[in-house]
């Protein structure tokens, strides 16, 4: 699914990622760890195709070159970033954008456009499996949503634009713990064969909901460490120095 | 007018006056037209948008002519009841106020009677002194609520080129009276010509007055409106203008809050795309205590377009307790377009709050890069923002249809970029 060789990425001439390497299969979960400023965020923002950054290495989706679709085609293609920090935008109505949006991935998957009604009849039934109150949608796309309401509108367009490979950076981030188990139920139930997964922590706390496949530790923009889910539980007991 | 675009004395006496003072009136204005011309950026008031300059540009002659013409069809909204009134050229073509207490209502050719002796330093205003015979005068008895909203269709014809129109309309809302407005303007000419409106908006007492201003489509016309509004006690007027769409555009509009209590809201959005120059300019005259006033503008810049928003609040010595508030914001597209802001407080009184903001800046990358990872591409994601930045305004528009009809004929223009 993603195969990324020896990434470095800088910006403003700041090296941040220095030779990172990770392959990703169809059905596998991987969860990436690492403290402060280790370069998670910027793995992310790499990964969705954000302008800044200058970038070398090998990244293949799919087996395609990922460096050279723009931000709108590799969402298209189905790869999906929960943002830590969802934007917000005033005067743009939640229910249209995520209709527009939907639209413009079934068109890239040959599929038809999908009515207002039956837009509206999908989107009632998932923001109830997240607990979202169907009023948020009329609202103005983030705007004025509290922390909770934010990663659950997320993880809300993700269950409807459906892509296979999603990287959820720092979603745990700003969540209490029935806002928690209702996320990662949401990620729960999307999981399945085909589909992939980066999570992207800083604590362990979101693996015992979440349970990865892989856990990685990240450190001055490299993969230091690769293990299973103990690594994770070391990580939490011993903090990230011990680890190296 | 000849080449050098001064008018000949001659089409004063084409005109039908109906007094000598009425005649001395209108050759006192010409020749104060004719002697100072279109103003240049050297006036203050003009600074940010040369009109001299424009009209040389783009006319090489302009006709002040007023020829009658016939109009056989309008094309009526049909999104909501509304009564209307027909404006064809600057000259009032029939009315029609289906859904009211015809008592209650006066409408009528505009006929000046105010011939004071007032020294005008804006030339156009000068001019439409001059040349204006022709625009309508409503008047509302007190005591009426209209039922449903006016729409005041100003059509222009498709033989308008290389012409000016000056009209000048007159608005009074009787004590306790209540009326809704839209102006709804219909360019079928295709050719350049001026338009150049005197207007006056009397509110009584407790009289409330909503207006929105819109663009049917977008056109080659040049227009300037001078609008004089008077604010009695208790009196509200709230206005929403909608005003891109034209290749130049001047709202020169001044408000006088003289009875206490009264409160104007002003609220504008506006596209600004190629060669579209547009200028906003108010002047919030707090003159009588207790009163509010609300000023909200927001521009969106794209290729050559240029706006500008000059808004003064001035607070008379007795107007305490005054409240009134500002606020600009533009969202640059190019680098070639240009907003320009002045913000001026000239404050007497003591005991007030004023307070004015003016923020102008390129589209959030952030949120472009949001809404990308969501599918849209770039262009759509910059309509999404134009549209959003823009549609704090049309939310504020209580009447879902009206509201509705609003944002159909703005994302119409903005569909352009």
């Not at chain 1, 087996?63 to 830590?84: H, T």
């Not at chain 2, 008031?45 to 007023?66: A, C, H, P, Q």
């Not at chain 2, 959030?364 to 549209?387: C, F, Q, V």
Request: glycine share 6%; aromatic share 10%.
């Amino acid at each position: 699914m993603l195969e990324i060789k020896n990434l470095t990425a800088s910006i403003n001439n700041r090296d941040i990622l220095k030779g990172l390497n990770i392959s990703i299969k169809p059905g596998e979960l991987h969860a990436i760890m690492g403290p402060n400023g280790s370069g998670k965020s910027t793995l992310a923002n790499v990964l969705s195709g954000k302008n800044g950054y200058k970038i070398s290495g090998e990244i293949r989706y799919e087996g395609k070159d990922l460096k050279e679709m723009s931000v709108d085609k590799r969402a298209q293609k189905g790869i999906f970033l929960a943002f830590q920090y969802p934007i917000e935008i005033p005067g743009v109505n939640t229910n249209n954008f995520l209709k527009t949006s939907l639209n413009k991935v079934r068109k890239a998957r040959g599929e038809k456009e999908i009515d207002t009604m039956s837009f509206l009849k999908l989107l009632k039934e998932k923001s109830s499996e997240l607990g979202i109150d169907e009023k948020m949608m009329s609202r103005q796309l983030n705007l004025g949503f509290s922390g909770g309401e934010k990663k659950k509108n997320e993880i809300l367009q993700m269950k409807i634009l459906k892509p296979n490979f999603v990287i959820l950076d720092e979603t745990d981030s700003g969540l209490d713990i029935d806002a928690l188990k209702i996320v990662a139920n949401g990620v729960n139930s999307y999981r399945d064969k085909k589909k992939s997964f980066l999570v992207i922590t800083h604590y362990q706390r979101l693996l015992d909901y979440i349970k990865p496949d892989f856990v990685h530790v990240l450190s001055d923009g490299k993969i230091v460490k690769s293990g299973c889910m103990e690594l994770a539980e070391e990580l939490e007991k011993k903090g990230y120095n011990k680890i190296k | 007018m000849t080449n050098s675009f001064q008018v000949n004395s001659k089409e004063i006496s084409k005109i039908k006056t109906t007094s000598k003072r009425e005649k001395d009136f209108r050759i006192k204005n010409l020749n104060f037209f004719n002697k100072n011309g279109f103003p240049n950026k050297r006036h203050e008031d003009w600074k940010f948008s040369d009109l001299r300059e424009i009209i040389y540009k783009n006319f090489k002659k302009l006709n002040t002519k007023n020829t009658s013409v016939k109009v056989k069809k309008i094309n009526f909204i049909k999104d909501f009841d509304h009564n209307y009134v027909a404006i064809v050229n600057g000259e009032l073509h029939s009315s029609n106020f289906k859904f009211e207490d015809k008592n209650k209502i006066k409408i009528k050719i505009f006929k000046n009677k105010n011939f004071s002796q007032e020294n005008e330093s804006n030339p156009l205003i000068c001019l439409n002194h001059a040349l204006a015979n022709k625009g309508y005068h409503l008047e509302i008895k007190d005591n009426y609520k209209f039922k449903k909203t006016v729409i005041i269709y100003n059509l222009f014809t498709k033989d308008l080129k290389d012409s000016i129109l000056n009209s000048r309309n007159k608005i009074k809302v009787g004590k306790n009276s209540e009326l809704h407005t839209i102006d709804f303007i219909i360019n079928e000419s295709k050719h350049k010509f001026v338009n150049n409106v005197y207007e006056n908006v009397a509110l009584a007492n407790n009289a409330v007055y909503k207006n929105i201003c819109i663009q049917k489509d977008k056109s080659q016309g040049y227009f300037h409106k001078f609008s004089k509004n008077q604010l009695l006690s208790k009196s509200k007027y709230s206005t929403f203008i909608f005003p891109s769409g034209l290749r130049f555009n001047k709202l020169d509009l001044e408000f006088n809050l003289e009875g206490k209590d009264s409160e104007c809201n002003l609220q504008s959005a506006s596209f600004l795309n190629k060669d579209d120059h547009q200028e906003i300019k108010t002047k919030m005259n707090h003159l009588a205590p207790n009163c509010k006033s609300y000023q909200r503008v927001k521009n969106v810049l794209s290729s050559d377009g240029k706006g500008v928003y000059q808004g003064k609040i001035y607070v008379k010595n007795i107007a305490q307790k005054t409240d009134a508030y500002q606020l600009s914001k533009a969202m640059i597209l190019s680098d070639n377009s240009e907003f320009d802001s002045k913000p001026e407080l000239e404050i007497y009184a003591d005991d007030v709050k004023c307070s004015h903001g003016s923020t102008s800046g390129k589209v959030d990358e952030d949120a472009i890069h949001y809404l990308m990872t969501r599918g849209l591409d770039k262009k759509e994601s910059t309509k999404l923002l134009i549209n959003g930045f823009l549609n704090e305004v049309i939310e504020m528009i209580k009447s879902n249809s009206v509201k509705n009809f609003v944002k159909g004929k703005l994302k119409k223009q903005i569909y352009g970029y």
